[in-house]
Nanobody, 121 residues
Framework: QVQLVESGGGLVQAGGSLRLSCAAS????????MGWFRQAPGKEREFVAA????????YYADSVKGRFTISRDNAKNTMWLQMNSLKPEDEGVYYC??????????????WGQGTQVTVSS
């Protein structure tokens, strides 16, 4: 069982940066792959990034490659998403998820409550 809590969202100007955190509880955190998704109003939840349990392999959506960085520290039970050069189209509720490495939300077993990211142009 894994419980996830996101933080770090907020309002930022286009071109700015934010760092999202996902704090996890549960003994299995360090053994599971994890990812970030986002959902804009009226749109489906979309994949942003994912990484393996060790952090040795990472995957990004094409739309965020070169701008976002996913990372984790298993000793701290925490995963991060560093977001640079933010664009208005990056706006949405960002969710961390655990249990898979794929881009399909249904493959993930555990979800946080989400944190809002707003990008002003």
């Amino acid at each position: 069982q894994v419980q996830l809590v996101e933080s770090g969202g907020g309002l930022v100007q286009a071109g700015g940066s934010l760092r999202l955190s996902c704090a996890a509880s549960g003994r299995t955190f360090r053994t599971v792959a994890m990812g970030w998704f986002r959902q804009a109003p009226g749109k489906e939840r979309e994949f942003v990034a994912a990484l393996t349990w060790s952090g040795g392999s990472v995957y990004y959506a094409d739309s965020v490659k070169g701008r976002f960085t996913i990372s984790r520290d298993n000793a701290k039970n925490t995963m991060w998403l560093q977001m640079n050069s933010l664009k208005p189209e990056d706006e949405g509720v960002y969710y961390c998820a655990a249990g898979s490495i794929t881009a399909r939300p249904l493959d993930y077993n555990y979800w946080g409550q989400g944190t809002q990211v707003t990008v002003s142009s």
